[in-house]
């Protein structure tokens, strides 16, 4: 059985959990379901009939009075109603399903046939003292009577939609309980068994950690001598055999003095990704096999004059770096990977890269790691398909409902109550909120698609300000801050594309209201900074802690426990753009003092 396996069957015991308690849920919710569904089946149909021949019951109660009246014409109208108490009278008598439902739609039955023959005996009356006489000696109290029958009927359904209102309450809670000690109980059992049968997987690999620890403190007697057939099992039988070998090594004086050699050699070589080991002038010290392998390159050669241009220029670039006593090379992300040729497709290598001293603490060559990322970029791609993917279909249904919200509060359908309104509004900030929620998610995938393109113009650095100021007054005005603007003289023209920095400004100001205080100032500023101009928005703000400061551009981002609706891709777009117009971005912070979003932009013939 390989190690695998036994991980997979160790994760079995969660899953049946979790299966026994998607069961017991659905089992509950099903069960609510159909108390719910008995309640409208059985009572509710005869609640409503009872009613509609309560209303029928007076429309012909008023067709009589009208005659006794001597308003005949109106008695007519009113006349037909006795057709839709018979529909609904058919309809409770196929529709019992109470203790005494039946004897009350028996004698309701009883009561209005009653009262339809004396109906039909009263329309042949004439004399209008006549029927004022027979309807207050007849018709009245047969009226009256058979009102009352349909009182009970409405009266039974009734406190019976109490009871099972009731009863379902009660089974809802009993549900709840189960459910609760159904989850503790499997989570518990699930849980248990899993750390069990992962330790019992695992335990191999406590033995070959052992025996690796022992050989490595220099014991070549330890031995894993591990049983089966897995992965682990085999490294054992292999960490066995080199353990033998070692021991042979050192029992000679050839094995001393290549031991040093081996053992660095066996690591770089243990590593699947290509290392490259340079002297100060660019020479190879050393490779290890994954080099050799795939950059086509050995130790002693000079491999730099034969390699591709983007893979050249990334070695020499990194150890430019490590030998100039900068330190440690580390890359800013995978968009310094460098693409190379391989079987099986191409791979995207990402460099790396650490001093090598002498014992004078001299550097004396650099240790290059190239770190192989190829699914590592494409599962980045995928994630930004996905997100734009995402995003445009977002887009149509979400124009639909914003239009549909708008024709609603504008009353084109018909007027709303203050209630229904304030809930449309609320509904239309929502929908705000998201759609711009899916502009920045298709800013980021142009972004990640490397599709940020500016069309430069000159404007002048006040024009930028006053556009930016004047796109927020009124969010400032209704937060209850002041926006000012401070210009350093003299005034220089920027190349700007205004759209795009109208988005930047929008975003650090907009942060900027949200996170000062009311009554609050945010001053937004513009100076020369040498061959450029730098654009400033400072808050009165908590600030940012320092362990957040280097972190705010990231996407995604967001500094925990501040407020604010966005998804932490604001920062990071307007980075972006900005380094799209060839400036810099970044933030200078104070707790508790506010806040200072700058950014730098070109001046024309300057830069």
Same mark, same amino acid.
């Given at each position: 059985?390989?190690? !695998?396996?036994?991980?997979?069957?160790?994760?079995?015991?969660?899953?049946?959990?979790?299966?026994?308690?998607?069961?017991?849920?659905?089992?509950?919710?099903?069960?609510?379901?159909?108390?719910?569904?008995? &309640?409208?089946?059985?009572?509710?149909?005869?609640?409503?009939?009872?009613? /509609?021949?309560?209303?029928?019951?007076? /429309?012909?109660?008023?067709?009589?009075?009208?005659?006794?009246?001597?308003?005949?014409?109106?008695?007519?109208?009113?006349?037909?109603?006795?057709?839709?108490?018979?529909?609904?009278?058919?309809?409770?008598?196929?529709? @019992?399903?109470?203790?005494?439902?039946?004897?009350?739609?028996?004698?309701?039955?009883?009561?209005?046939?009653?009262?339809?023959? /004396?109906?039909?005996?009263?329309?042949?009356?004439?004399?209008?003292?006549?029927?004022? #006489?027979?309807?207050?000696?007849?018709?009245?109290?047969?009226?009256?009577?058979?009102?009352?029958?349909?009182?009970?009927?409405?009266?039974?359904?009734?406190?019976?939609?109490?009871?099972?209102?009731?009863?379902? /309450?009660?089974?809802?809670?009993?549900?709840?309980?189960?459910?609760?000690?159904?989850?503790?109980?499997?989570?518990?059992?699930?849980?248990?068994?899993?750390?069990?049968?992962? #330790?019992?997987?695992?335990?191999?690999?406590?033995?070959?950690?052992?025996?690796?620890?022992?050989?490595?403190?220099?014991?070549?007697?330890?031995?894993?001598?591990? #049983?089966?057939?897995?992965? @682990?099992?085999?490294?054992?039988?292999?960490?066995?055999?080199?353990?033998?070998?070692?021991?042979?090594?050192?029992?000679?004086?050839?094995?001393?003095?290549?031991?040093?050699?081996?053992?660095?050699?066996?690591?770089?070589?243990?590593?699947?990704?290509?290392?490259?080991?340079?002297?100060?002038?660019? #020479?190879?010290?050393?490779?290890?096999?994954?080099?050799?392998?795939?950059?086509?390159?050995?130790?002693?050669?000079?491999?730099?004059?034969?390699?591709?241009?983007?893979?050249?220029?990334?070695?020499?670039?990194?150890?430019?770096?490590?030998?100039?006593?900068?330190?440690?090379?580390?890359?800013?992300?995978? *968009?310094?990977?460098?693409?190379?040729?391989?079987?099986?497709?191409?791979?995207?290598?990402? $460099?790396?890269?650490?001093?090598?001293?002498?014992?004078?603490?001299?550097?004396?060559?650099?240790?290059?790691?190239?770190?192989?990322?190829?699914?590592?970029?494409?599962?980045?791609?995928?994630?930004?398909?996905?997100?734009?993917?995402?995003?445009?279909?977002?887009?149509?249904?979400?124009?639909?409902?914003?239009?549909? &919200?708008?024709?609603? @509060?504008?009353?084109?359908?018909?007027?709303?109550? *203050?209630?229904?309104?304030?809930?449309?509004?609320?509904?239309?900030?929502?929908? *705000?909120?998201?759609?711009?929620?899916?502009?920045?998610?298709?800013?980021?995938?142009? &972004?990640?698609?490397?599709?940020?393109?500016?069309?430069?113009?000159?404007?002048?650095?006040?024009?930028?300000?006053?556009?930016?100021?004047?796109?927020?007054?009124?969010?400032?005005?209704?937060?209850?801050?002041?926006?000012?603007?401070?210009?350093?003289? $003299?005034?220089?023209?920027?190349?700007?594309?205004?759209?795009?920095?109208?988005?930047?400004?929008?975003?650090?100001?907009?942060?900027?209201?949200?996170?000062?205080?009311?009554?609050?100032? &945010?001053?937004?500023?513009?100076?020369?900074?040498?061959?450029?101009? !730098?654009?400033?928005?400072?808050?009165?703000? $908590?600030?940012?802690?320092?362990?957040?400061?280097?972190?705010?551009?990231?996407?995604?981002?967001?500094?925990?426990?501040?407020?604010?609706?966005?998804?932490?891709?604001?920062?990071?777009?307007?980075?972006?753009?900005?380094?799209?117009?060839?400036?810099?971005?970044?933030?200078?912070?104070?707790?508790?003092?506010?806040?200072?979003?700058?950014?730098?932009?070109?001046?024309?013939?300057?830069?």
């Amino acid at each position: 059985m390989t190690l !695998r396996t036994r991980l997979l069957l160790a994760q079995l015991p969660l899953a049946a959990g979790l299966a026994l308690l998607g069961f017991v849920a659905l089992s509950t919710v099903d069960a609510l379901g159909r108390s719910s569904q008995r &309640i409208l089946q059985d009572n509710y149909r005869s609640v409503l009939a009872a009613q /509609r021949m309560k209303d029928a019951l007076e /429309r012909v109660d008023s067709a009589a009075l009208f005659r006794a009246a001597g308003q005949p014409e109106k008695a007519d109208a009113q006349a037909a109603a006795h057709i839709g108490f018979n529909e609904e009278l058919s309809v409770q008598e196929h529709n @019992i399903t109470e203790p005494g439902e039946g004897e009350a739609t028996h004698a309701l039955r009883a009561a209005w046939d009653e009262y339809l023959a /004396r109906h039909a005996r009263y329309r042949t009356l004439q004399d209008e003292s006549a029927l004022r #006489r027979r309807y207050f000696a007849e018709m009245e109290p047969g009226f009256s009577r058979a009102k009352a029958a349909a009182e009970r009927i409405l009266e039974l359904n009734q406190d019976a939609i109490v009871h099972k209102s009731d009863e379902a /309450r009660r089974m809802g809670e009993r549900n709840r309980s189960l459910l609760v000690l159904s989850t503790i109980c499997a989570f518990g059992l699930a849980l248990f068994a899993s750390v069990w049968l992962t #330790r019992r997987a695992l335990r191999p690999l406590q033995l070959l950690t052992l025996a690796v620890r022992s050989i490595g403190e220099g014991n070549l007697d330890a031995r894993a001598r591990l #049983r089966g057939e897995d992965e @682990i099992a085999q490294v054992g039988r292999e960490l066995d055999m080199m353990a033998d070998k070692l021991r042979e090594y050192r029992s000679s004086s050839l094995g001393e003095l290549l031991q040093a050699q081996q053992a660095s050699q066996a690591a770089i070589d243990s590593l699947p990704d290509p290392v490259l080991v340079l002297s100060v002038e660019g #020479r190879v010290l050393n490779v290890n096999q994954a080099a050799e392998t795939l950059l086509q390159i050995s130790a002693g050669a000079e491999p730099l004059a034969r390699m591709p241009p983007e893979m050249r220029e990334a070695v020499e670039k990194v150890r430019t770096h490590v030998v100039s006593g900068k330190g440690a090379y580390a890359p800013r992300g995978l *968009e310094e990977a460098v693409r190379v040729r391989a079987e099986g497709g191409d791979r995207a290598l990402l $460099p790396r890269a650490t001093p090598l001293y002498s014992e004078q603490g001299g550097v004396v060559g650099a240790t290059i790691v190239f770190q192989d990322v190829t699914r590592l970029l494409r599962f980045d791609e995928l994630k930004n398909d996905l997100v734009a993917t995402v995003a445009h279909e977002f887009r149509t249904p979400l124009t639909s409902l914003r239009m549909a &919200i708008h024709i609603l @509060i504008e009353g084109t359908v018909g007027s709303l109550t *203050e209630r229904q309104a304030d809930l449309l509004y609320a509904a239309r900030e929502d929908c *705000e909120r998201l759609q711009g929620i899916v502009d920045d998610l298709l800013d980021l995938s142009r &972004i990640q698609a490397g599709r940020v393109e500016v069309s430069l113009t000159s404007i002048s650095a006040k024009s930028v300000v006053d556009a930016a100021v004047a796109a927020k007054a009124d969010s400032a005005r209704d937060a209850g801050v002041r926006l000012e603007e401070k210009l350093g003289e $003299p005034v220089l023209p920027v190349l700007v594309d205004p759209e795009r920095i109208g988005l930047v400004f929008d975003n650090l100001i907009g942060n900027a209201i949200r996170h000062s205080p009311p009554g609050g100032r &945010i001053e937004i500023r513009a100076r020369p900074d040498d061959e450029r101009v !730098r654009f400033e928005v400072q808050d009165q703000g $908590p600030g940012i802690p320092a362990e957040y400061r280097q972190r705010v551009f990231e996407k995604f981002f967001r500094v925990p426990g501040t407020k604010g609706e966005g998804i932490g891709l604001g920062l990071y777009i307007s980075h972006e753009i900005v380094s799209a117009h060839g400036g810099d971005m970044g933030v200078d912070t104070t707790p508790e003092q506010g806040s200072r979003f700058w950014f730098t932009l070109r001046v024309p013939g300057r830069a």
